[in-house]
Structure formats: C-alpha cells, structure tokens
C-alpha cells in the first residue's frame, strides 16, 4: 500500500513558476514509477509527466516539454515537478500517481498506476 500526498499548488501568473512536491508513505517506493496527471475545468484527466522508479528515465506530455521537469529523491521518498512558463491552459488539479512495475520504464497510461494522491490546484491567471 501507498500513499501519495501532493502540495505545492496554488495561485500564479502566467509567465510564472511552481513546483509540486509528492510525498509517499510506505518502504517500497523506489519500486514505483511515479506520474503526474492533471484534470483541467471540464477535461478528462491528462498524461504530465512521468519517471522511472529510479529517476533513470523521464517522459513528458507535449504540453510539458521545455517547460516541466520531472525529478524524485528515493531517500525521502518523494518526487517533484518544476513547472515553468505557466500559462492558464495549466489551470488544472495535479494529481500524482505510483505505477509498480520492473525495470527502467515508465508510462503515460492512466490506467496503469495503481495508488492516487487527493491532488494539488494549480490556478493560473492571465
């Protein structure tokens, strides 16, 4: 079992800067990918980014390349999302997400991650 709790969201201007931050409970992170999704005002939820259980390999969105990175500290079982250039398309609740799996992989696939954070709001004005 884990859980996941995000903070780090809140009120920006466009053109501005944040990072989320993903805590995880549980002695077996480092076992886990971790993904970010986000749910914008009236979308499906959405693929951001994602790493590799060991941080080896990251992915990203097409929305989040240059812009976003993905990175995680295994030692304090965490894992964070540098999000810069925010515009208000990125307006959208940010939910982190751990997928168990083997190896150096990740993936973009929602359906595949087995534990949900509560999410994090990220507003951001024009």
């Known amino acids: 079992q884990v859980q996941l709790v995000e903070s780090g969201g809140g009120l920006v201007q466009a053109g501005g800067s944040l990072r989320l931050s993903c805590v995880a409970s549980g002695r077996t992170f480092s076992s886990y990918a971790i993904g970010w999704f986000r749910q914008g005002p009236g979308k499906e939820r959405e693929f951001v980014a994602a790493?590799?259980?060991?941080?080896?390999?990251?992915g990203y969105a097409d929305s989040a390349k240059g812009r976003f990175a993905i990175s995680r500290d295994n030692a304090k079982n965490s894992v964070y999302l540098q999000m810069n250039f925010l515009n208000p398309e990125d307006t959208a609740v940010y939910y982190c997400a751990a997928d168990w799996r083997y190896g150096s992989t990740w993936s973009g696939n929602e359906n595949e991650y087995d534990y949900w954070g509560q999410g994090t709001q990220i507003t951001v004005s024009s």
């Open positions: 790493i590799s259980r060991r941080g080896t390999n990251t």
